[in-house]
Every structure is written in structure tokens, then in C-alpha cells.
T-cell receptor
């Protein structure tokens, strides 16, 4: 069990460019979440996958954001036509089906800076 | 409107004292509430979960209470240490959805 990993850890891009982030959850976890976190705020829910199915997506998420989990393992989050307001830490978390605590295991995050 | 609030001001306490952090929520009916710790530049780490039918939960130096009438959870760290310095987040699951809602977090600093 190597934990949740995210790649890249840092991304600097120019406004208008597209970016894609990857998340590799803990291998036996079938539930995967994406969050966005800005300075001084808690994580803000973006989307949820159970296996390969995207079961919930935040209404705050614009059409520029899309996420996939094609084989129910790793997931990608793409932001098209980035804006300066997209600058944030993007966190991925996974959760299994067993255990009493429903806890999410977070990755280290991808810090996005849009110039 | 729905909201979950934590004291956004940093809490500074002396080593050895008990730190108490507050989480209040409005217009949610969570079946449980979670507490996480977050260090700078890292993802949150789960600490404790307390269910709506539980008044108190303990784990080592940590204690969480849950009052569904007051719609409040209190998180205590006893015999605090400088290594406890971090941001502490409370979270609940919005009923009928898969969405988890996090508070803004309270930054705790334990002074040696």
C-alpha cells in the first residue's frame, strides 16, 4: 500500500492553456474524489467516482472541467482554457468499502498556478 | 443556507494545555462527522469519526464530542505538543448525496 499518488505535484501554465492531472488511488479502493482547495479554505468537492462511474459532480464545476476514471483505477482531471481563478491545490482522495470510519485517504495534491 | 463553520482565527496555546476546536453546522443532518489534520502543502489525514448517536469518542490524546441539538462538534487535544501544530478540518457528508463538505479549518499552533 503506497498511498494515493498525484502527478504532477506542481503545474504552472498560462491562461487559456489546457492542463491534465492524474490520480492513482490506493489499489483496492473503488471510490475516488476530487477536491479543490484555495488558501485558507477547506477542500471543496468537485466530483465523485464509484469504480468507473462518475456519480456526482459539483454544480460549481464549470464545463471547462472534466474528469474520467476509465478502468476504475486511476483518474484524470482536465481543465480546459484555464483562468487565473483556477489557481489552487487540486486534491484527490480514495476510499474503500470496508472499515468503520468512511475515511478518505488524500494524495499530496497538485498545485496549479495560472499566470 | 447550508454551511459548516470553524473558527478561522488561529489558535495559539501553550504546550501541555488542552486545545479545543469548534465545528458548527447549519441546515445539515449528518449521520456522522469527521475530523482531519492537514499540514502545510499536504493532503488532509483522517483522525476521528463520531456518529450522530455517539456523544463522545476518544483516541489517545484526542477527544471529539457531537451535539446534534446544538449542531456542534468539539475537538480536544489534551497535553498538547508542538508537533500537534497543524490545521484541523471537520467534515460531514451531505445526506442524500456523495458529497463531503469540509469546514474552513482552524490553524492550531502549540507554543513550546
Amino acid at each position: 500500500d503506497t498511498g494515493v499518488s498525484q502527478d504532477p505535484r506542481h503545474k504552472i501554465t498560462k491562461r487559456g492553456q489546457n492542463v491534465t492531472f492524474r490520480c492513482d488511488p490506493i489499489s483496492e479502493h473503488n471510490r475516488l474524489y476530487w477536491y479543490r482547495q484555495t488558501l485558507g479554505q477547506g477542500p471543496e468537492f468537485l466530483t465523485y467516482f464509484q469504480n468507473e462511474a462518475q456519480l456526482e459532480k459539483s454544480r460549481l464545476l464549470s464545463d471547462r472541467f472534466s474528469a474520467e476514471r476509465p478502468k476504475g483505477s486511476f483518474s484524470t482531471l482536465e481543465i480546459q482554457r484555464t483562468e487565473q481563478g483556477d489557481s489552487a491545490m487540486y486534491l484527490c482522495a480514495s476510499r474503500g468499502t470496508s472499515g468503520p470510519y468512511n475515511e478518505q485517504f488524500f494524495g499530496p495534491g497538485t498545485r496549479l498556478t495560472v499566470l | 443556507s447550508q454551511k459548516i463553520e470553524q473558527n478561522s482565527e488561529a489558535l495559539n496555546i501553550q504546550e501541555g494545555k488542552t486545545a479545543t476546536l469548534t465545528c458548527n453546522y447549519t441546515n445539515y443532518s449528518p449521520a456522522y462527522l469527521q475530523w482531519y489534520r492537514q499540514d502545510p502543502g499536504r493532503g488532509p489525514v483522517f483522525l476521528l469519526l463520531i456518529r450522530e448517536n455517539e456523544k463522545e469518542k476518544r483516541k489517545e490524546r484526542l477527544k471529539v464530542t457531537f451535539d446534534t441539538t446544538l449542531k456542534q462538534s468539539l475537538f480536544h487535544i489534551t497535553a498538547s505538543q508542538p508537533a500537534d501544530s497543524a490545521t484541523y478540518l471537520c467534515a460531514l457528508r451531505d445526506s442524500g448525496t456523495y458529497k463531503y463538505i469540509f469546514g474552513t479549518g482552524t490553524r492550531l499552533k502549540v507554543l513550546a
